[in-house]
């Protein structure tokens, strides 16, 4: 294999193991220009579809006053959470509460909702967010290839009205997936302390059954 292909592999396999939430370390006194939010969304706007086909918006907030609404709404999504699961709020959770109305935009991945009942099956709900969130994956590699942070954060999906109501979201969509987002600043990220593939890959069958 040619040199420059190894080094490309590398370069990707580096991306992938080091695309990280980034709750700290970010500089929130600078913007991020739209047009290159868009650029990024161009990008996510690639990634593999299911039968949902392209359902996916975005929405991007960057005006302070609704920022500071969304924080709020986060906060008390957060602390009833970690009431509920008789937890302590972690160092980096902290920081994200407190930094999310500093934080030069907040983007939410949305699609049509989903109408829960009787009828629904693991497979539709499989092509449901198979058709979203892989978008929203990319969208996060396509930050952190610009130096941009960010976090992977789900909590506000249980509000779904309030946000709406905020960001002025038709009744009939959802948000499934909020990223905060920011330029690294002195930000060292690196790969996770994960289980390797061989402890968590069978291969023809499951081992046991």
């Not at 500089?27 to 299911?50: F, H, K």
């Not at 602390?79 to 937890?87: A, I, K, V």
């Amino acid at each position: 294999m040619p040199e420059v292909a190894l080094l490309e592999i590398e370069n990707f396999d580096h991306l992938l193991r080091t695309t990280r939430s980034v709750r700290r370390n970010l500089d929130l006194q600078r913007p991020i220009e739209r047009s290159v939010l868009l650029d990024c969304i161009d990008n996510a706007v690639q990634a593999p579809t299911g039968l949902a086909g392209e359902n996916w918006r975005f929405v991007v907030v960057d005006e302070r006053q609704a920022k500071n609404q969304l924080a709020l709404l986060y906060g008390e999504v957060l602390t009833t959470l970690l009431e509920q699961r008789g937890m302590d709020m972690k160092p980096t959770h902290n920081a994200l509460l407190n930094n999310l109305p500093e934080m030069p935009a907040l983007i939410f991945v949305c699609a049509p909702c989903r109408v829960r009942g009787s009828t629904q099956d693991t497979a539709a709900e499989v092509a449901y967010y198979g058709s979203i969130l892989p978008a929203a994956w990319s969208l996060m590699l396509s930050l952190r290839v610009r130096g941009i942070g960010a976090t992977w954060t789900t909590l506000l999906s249980a509000r779904q009205s309030e946000v709406a109501e905020i960001v002025q979201m038709p009744d009939d969509h959802c948000h499934l997936v909020m990223l905060p987002v920011g330029y690294t600043k002195n930000a060292r990220l690196k790969p996770a302390d994960r289980k390797p593939a061989d402890e968590v890959t069978y291969f023809n069958q499951w081992p046991g059954m």
